[in-house]
Each structure stands twice: as structure tokens, then as C-alpha cells.
């Protein structure tokens, strides 16, 4: 089992910045592809970037040169970096661990609880 504990969200004017971070305890954090998703009002989940153990990369188009992950793998924890926000990227943004990616689709095996950030105009 993994635990992750986000932190981190809040409000922010457009154009503003934002870090989210993930604790993750339990099994061990270095193995996994950790990643970060949303879910806006009345819409799906969706996958928004992840980092594998060799802290490669992948971002949704919707936020790429805007957002960033990265991880410290002393303090199990992973950071996402929400650069020139825009009210659509008000979401629920939940941290998950395990991603991955099933044909065009991606989830987790494990999740936060997810954090509210919202972005007003």
C-alpha cells in the first residue's frame, strides 16, 4: 500500500503560480511512476503529467510549458509546478502513484485525496 498526502492548492489569479506537493509513505516511493491528474466541475478525471523512476516526463498539451513535475526521492515526496494558470485549470488535482498508461488512457493504483485549486479571472 501507498499513502499520499497532497498539499498545497488554495486560490490564485490568473496569471499566478502554484505548487502542489505529494508525500507518499508505505511501499517504496522510487519504484513507482508517480503522476498528477484533475477533475473540473462536471467533468472526468484527467491526466495532466507524470514522471517515471528515471524522472522521465510526460504533460497533457492542455498545460505543456505551463506546468512541471519533479520529485525528491529523499523526502518521497513529488512537486507539481502550475505556472500562468488559467481559470480552466480550476480543478480537484489528485496525486496518484503507479501510473500508468493503458492505450490512450492513464490511471493510477493509488491516490490522494485530492486538493482544490482554483484560478479566478
Known amino acids: 500500500q501507498v499513502q499520499l498526502v497532497e498539499s498545497g492548492g488554495g486560490l490564485v489569479q490568473a496569471g499566478g503560480s502554484m505548487r502542489l506537493s505529494c508525500e507518499a509513505s508505505g511501499r517504496t516511493f522510487s519504484r513507482y511512476t508517480m503522476g498528477w491528474f484533475r477533475q473540473a466541475p462536471g467533468k472526468e478525471r484527467e491526466f495532466v503529467v507524470a514522471?517515471?523512476?528515471?524522472?522521465?516526463?510526460t504533460i497533457a498539451e492542455s498545460v505543456k510549458g505551463r506546468f512541471t513535475i519533479s520529485r525528491d526521492f529523499a523526502k518521497r515526496t513529488v512537486y507539481l509546478e502550475l505556472n500562468s494558470l488559467k481559470p480552466e485549470d480550476t480543478a480537484v488535482y489528485y496525486c496518484?502513484?503507479?501510473?500508468?498508461?493503458?492505450?490512450?488512457?492513464?490511471?493510477?493504483?493509488?491516490w490522494g485525496q485530492g486538493i482544490q485549486v482554483t484560478v479566478s479571472s
Open positions: 514522471i517515471n523512476w528515471r524522472s522521465g516526463t
Open positions: 496518484a502513484a503507479d501510473v500508468r498508461q493503458i492505450g490512450s488512457s492513464w490511471s493510477g493504483n493509488y
